[in-house]
């Protein structure tokens, strides 16, 4: 009989969930877990009394499931750089011993404006990433071979310390997508109302707290206000987390004091492992030689792309057709964009970057791949959704059965936003009453699109073979041949999802 050993931790650690194996089978759902159990073969919990486990394998499993989703969320990313007071590891690191780390931290204390004083909480935090993180740091090493230099353009424009761009690390581990569970977005989370503050906008196509370059330079003009007004770049850092009010009440409750360590202790929880969190990241990415951390791989770097305005609606996949740019590519380099579709908006100036080595191709051919979209919106059966920008109102109609919970729920705004946009004292609503709604959910409203009736035709008859060379596209490949679509090149060939078209690869290609 199979034996399966899941041992669970159920505590999310700084490094995440541990598993150990033994001849694994793979527990994906409640219903595998079931049909493992009728199956005869037996789960072996480590627990302190094995006798409750058959009791409660579901519950087990469940947690196990749970810890698994949260480590694939793009909250996983964020959350653990600021460690609970129980993270810290209190042993000693034999690479880094005490009197070595306050020699390095003088150092970067004399050349930085930041207080980097030693203290046995910072060398807890530094020592536990040292432990518990290297891997990890290995992986940032990579994304901040992109994002270091367009940070560093923007800190020096606003005269802002060329460390600081250590804090995007803390803040979303170099995730532009990044959402933490209150809503804050992108490489420096903004929020939304602060996003707004600083013309970082949101519409149903568009999240510019995820472009990189806009949300970088919100966050240097963001920083320079709270400088101004602390008159202390840790100060600033731990308003940036908490706002200035908490910081201003924590000077204040600590007698006047504006140094960071001296208040604090009373700062929020959070803001409180904040800073030594900024800390220990700078110093790790300043001596990661000494302690042998690596760039895990070579990611695209910032100055090997370029940008161009578009002129017409894109999606990614079209990019891709027509100039054989990975979706992967298009969405690193493009991560605002949630639906991979660049609109086309009166009055708005939307970018596309691609690598150098694609933009000549894009120019070259810019009319011709803005009419091939075009072609293919025609022929599209299901619907875009309406653009709509976040700030758009849109008025509600009750109808009957309706409710406060299922009008929020639609459009994605709490019911006590909707009671105070109409003035509601109660949550009565009567059937024809009108509400005025600032909705957050855009693609309630598709947009008109002409549907197509074709069906899909493979042909029976002769056909050429074509072998796909270095640099093609199936848009490339289709002008090759009269009357032959980048669809029939898909239809003929059973591309159901688009892939990358690898050199060697042999596509049939009918004579229409």
Known sequence: MKKILIVLLLVVTSVGFSQTESDTLAIETIEDSKELLSSGDSLLLKTPDSLL????????????????????????????????????????????????????????????????EYNQNLEQVIKTYLKRRKSAFSVLMERARYYFPMFEEQLDKYD????????????????????????????????????????????????????????????????SSLYKIFGDWDLALAAYNSGPGNVSKAIRRSGGSKN????????????AGYVPAFYATLYIFEYAEEHNIKAK?????????????????????????????????????????????????????????????????????????????????????????????????????????????????????????????????????KVGQKLTIYPKKMNVEPTKAVASTSKKVVPTGKYSTYKVQSGDSLWLIAQKYPNVSVQNIKDWNDIWRVKSLKPGTELKIYNN
Request: proline residues 5%; hydrophobic residues 35%; glycine residues 4%.
């Open 297 to 429: 791989k070579n990611a695209i770097a910032y100055f090997e792309t370029d940008t161009v305005q578009v002129k017409g609606q894109l999606t990614f996949e079209q990019i891709y057709e027509t100039l054989n740019v990975d979706i992967e590519v298009l969405q690193f380099l493009n991560p605002q964009y949630k639906l991979d579709i660049i609109p086309f908006i009166k009055g708005k100036n939307y970018t596309l970057t691609l690598p150098k080595k694609d933009i000549g191709a894009f120019v070259s051919n810019e009319d011709l791949i803005y009419k091939y979209a075009l072609a293919e919106e025609a022929k599209r059966e299901k619907p875009l959704p309406r653009y709509v920008e976040m700030n758009d109102r849109t008025v509600y109609r009750v109808k009957s059965g309706d409710y406060l919970g299922k009008i929020s729920e639609k459009y994605g705004v709490s019911v006590s936003s909707i009671k105070r946009w109409n003035n509601l004292k109660s949550s009565r609503l």
């Open 160 to 223: 802002i310390p060329l460390e600081i761009k250590y804090l995007a690390i803390v803040e979303s581990a170099l995730k532009p997508r990044a959402k933490s569970y209150v809503g804050a977005k992108g490489l420096w989370q903004f929020m939304y109302q602060t996003g707004k503050q600083f013309d970082l906008n949101v519409s149903s196509y568009v999240d510019e707290r995820s472009d990189p370059y806009r949300a970088t330079e919100a966050a240097c003009k963001y920083l």
């Open 260 to 271: 960071y360590w001296n208040i604090r202790h009373n700062l929020p929880r959070e803001t």
């Open 53 to 116: 486990f058959k009791t409660h394998v579901e519950a087990a499993v469940i947690d196990s499931l749970w810890l698994n989703e949260l480590i694939k969320s793009p909250l996983y990313d964020t959350i653990p750089y600021v460690l609970r007071d129980d993270e810290k590891l209190v042993t000693e690191l034999e690479e880094l011993p005490t009197a070595l780390l306050k020699e390095r931290l003088l150092a970067l204390d004399s050349k930085t404006p930041f207080h980097i």
